[in-house]
């Protein structure tokens, strides 16, 4: 059998439905040619730019995995785990600003995906699930490992297709990758019949897209930004609330050129945090729960809050009736269905976050005889006071039982590796102290879990950074609780190559869920010990060894710098750390769940601060 031929891939781009109307096989584009559906598959994907798949073959996708064999553009990367393939997918997309896609079978395997599917929606992450389906005479006839992943799958995708005619394949990826990047980003489900795959087509290139009812909006309204620049204008107290939008619209550096001109502070969302510099002296960090105290002073004492790409998810407002008391509202989001959701709005502005900063600024910047902001500076000063008065402090001391400050375990990371990385996170204690602690300069270098909160996100998305990513150093910071959920991932990073690194912030426990026992159900710790520190089980070292990894075990406050440095040196295989830490460590600061952002706690005590606005009338 001789080798295959290489092929041309695509070039990535997605016709826009207007652009695949007026194209043909005779003016542009490849065609015809005939094959199977699954060929199709295969050919879409290349034509797509969809260099790399994260999946696992079974009975009703394996006609798909029989052409895959011979492409020579396609990286397939085999997954130990359904739900690994779908976070792989968001982590390459979330790094890379692609498409991220996966492939599974039916039944079992579908469902696996469900998590990583709510996931990628959740975060606006661009995900493609490519998913096998019997036979189409056998649905609805309880087939082997059939199950209906189509209408399980509706509220927790942006759309989802179920293919049963194999000419249709080429336009319904085309419209699958379109809709999952374009507008507000997410997941698209597509599952294909068994039939449909075995069944003779003709495959042509590109197809003809046809979504009537789908217009995203990107260019706000020219009204809603003169309003908005007016409001601007006359406010005293003004802050920005960036979101995860900025990153999807690679707006970063607009971003940079609004604050610039308009010397307004900013603060972050979860989501947002590698959107804007952590060392601009205008970033007052994150908002909401475990937020700085100046940011969530920012928006609590505020008169005018310009939210650009972000949702005011709950955990940033607190209970929704004391948020912000004082402030006027300028939301602009590229989903129109999230301006109003949950708090009132003054100027709604849908849009793309480039677009609506370009224009911002430009008709700022128009009429030189208007201000563009009004004097700040006491507001700043006083922002600047509460970050200097209230920085994010920990104990660095080892606990009573000799172990280690997990706080300073990440910091000390953080100052190590530095700004270039890629860092990801799992869930709990450890994402909110990397947050807090790691110094994000550049955009798509943090990703997390955000509005789904996904206890085992970390390894399997850094494995999908590191693939769409491969000379950048990437390090996923987990607990022991995420990481118990889906190491066997750390097996498809040895065997593919992918040198992840592994700081496993060990801490004996569910972290988080022991913070909340501690704090508010008198220390009854119920269910929450995982007891990983005295019994060894599992013996991280040895299970990541037995996975293919180098690993190390750090417990003492010396060994922690020289490791990090022992691991950035080996790049031939994943490296997993287990940092051995105090389980009694807490985040601070804290907003309890359901109250008011002015009722933040800061290491026990109460700090409220709307009462503090009122002693500060005169002088703010």
């Given at each position: 059998m001789s080798a295959p031929q290489a092929r041309q891939p695509g070039r990535g781009t997605i016709p826009t439905p207007a652009e695949a109307a007026h194209a043909t096989s005779s003016n542009r584009g490849i065609g015809p040619e005939k094959c199977t559906g699954a060929k199709s598959v295969i050919r879409s994907l290349e034509e797509l730019g969809a260099d790399t798949v994260f999946g696992l073959p079974g009975g009703a996708i394996l006609p798909v995995y029989d052409p895959l064999y011979d492409s020579t553009f396609i990286n397939h990367v085999l997954v130990r785990h359904e739900q690994g393939a779908g976070h792989a997918a968001e982590g390459y997309a979330r790094s890379t600003g692609r498409v991220g896609v996966?492939?599974?079978t039916s039944g079992p395997a579908a469902t696996n995906l469900v998590t990583a599917l709510a996931d990628a929606q959740m975060?606006?992450?661009p995900m493609v699930a490519i998913t096998g389906q019997v036979g189409e005479s056998c649905i609805g006839t309880d087939a082997f490992q059939e199950a209906d992943i189509s209408g399980i799958a509706i509220p927790v995708?942006?759309?989802?297709?179920l293919v049963k005619d194999a000419s249709t394949i080429p336009q319904v990826l085309a419209e699958a990758f379109y809709i999952a990047q374009t507008g507000r980003p997410g997941a698209v489900l597509v599952?294909?019949?068994?039939?449909?795959m075995n069944q003779e087509t003709t495959f042509s290139w590109p197809p003809a897209i046809d979504l009537p009812g789908y217009h995203p909006v990107t260019k706000p309204h020219g009204k809603q930004i003169r309003e908005a620049a007016r409001l601007i204008a006359k406010a005293h107290k003004p802050v920005f609330l960036i979101?995860?939008?900025?990153?999807?619209?690679?707006?970063?550096?607009?971003?940079l050129d609004l604050v610039a001109l308009t010397d307004i502070p900013v603060t972050c969302t979860l989501m947002g945090m590698d959107a804007f510099p952590q060392s601009h002296p205008l970033n007052y960090g994150m908002a909401g729960m475990h937020g700085t105290i100046p940011a969530v002073a920012a928006l609590q004492k505020s008169d005018l809050i310009i939210a650009l790409g972000t949702r005011f998810d709950d955990r940033v407002t607190g209970n929704l009736e004391y948020f912000a008391?004082?402030?006027?509202?300028?939301?602009a989001d590229i989903d129109p269905a999230e301006i109003g959701k949950?708090?009132?709005?003054?100027?709604?502005i849908v849009g793309d976050a480039h677009e609506v900063i370009t224009a911002l600024i430009n008709t700022m910047k128009s009429d030189p005889s208007e201000n563009i902001v009004g004097d700040i500076r006491a507001w700043v000063d006083y922002l600047d006071e509460l970050r200097e008065r209230y920085?994010?402090?920990?104990?660095?001391?080892l606990d009573e039982e000799g172990h280690l400050s997990p706080q300073y375990v990440i910091e000390t990371l953080s100052n190590i590796v530095g700004s270039d990385a890629i860092y990801v996170s799992g869930v709990g204690q450890h994402q909110m102290w990397s947050s807090q602690l790691i110094d994000f300069e550049e955009p798509r270098t943090w990703l997390n879990s955000g509005g789904l909160g996904t206890m085992g996100y970390a390894i399997p998305a850094a494995m999908g950074a590191q693939a769409g990513n491969p000379d950048k150093e990437v390090w996923a910071i987990d607990g022991d609780g995420c990481f118990q959920m889906t190491n066997q991932e750390l097996a498809t990073c040895a065997l593919n190559n992918f040198p992840i690194k592994v700081a496993l912030i060990n801490n004996d426990s569910l972290g988080m869920v022991r913070q909340w026992q501690t704090l508010f159900y008198d220390e009854r710790y119920s269910q929450t010990t995982l007891e990983t520190h005295t019994r060894r089980i599992p013996d991280f070292v040895m299970l990541a060894e037995a996975l293919g990894c180098a690993a190390f075990r750090v417990e003492t406050e010396e060994d922690i710098v020289p490791t990090i440095e022992k691991a950035r040196k080996i790049n031939d295989r994943p490296v997993v750390i287990e940092f051995v830490v105090a389980k009694d460590a807490q985040v601070w600061p804290m907003v309890p769940a359901g109250t008011s952002n002015s009722e933040i706690m800061m290491l026990k005590g109460i700090y409220p601060l709307v009462d503090e606005d009122q002693a500060r009338r005169d002088t703010i």
């Open positions: 996966c492939m599974v975060d606006s992450v995708t942006k759309h989802n297709f599952d294909i019949t068994k039939s449909a979101g995860g939008g900025i990153i999807n619209a690679n707006a970063s550096q607009d971003l008391p004082h402030a006027q509202v300028i939301h949950n708090v009132t709005v003054d100027i709604p920085t994010i402090k920990y104990d660095k001391a």
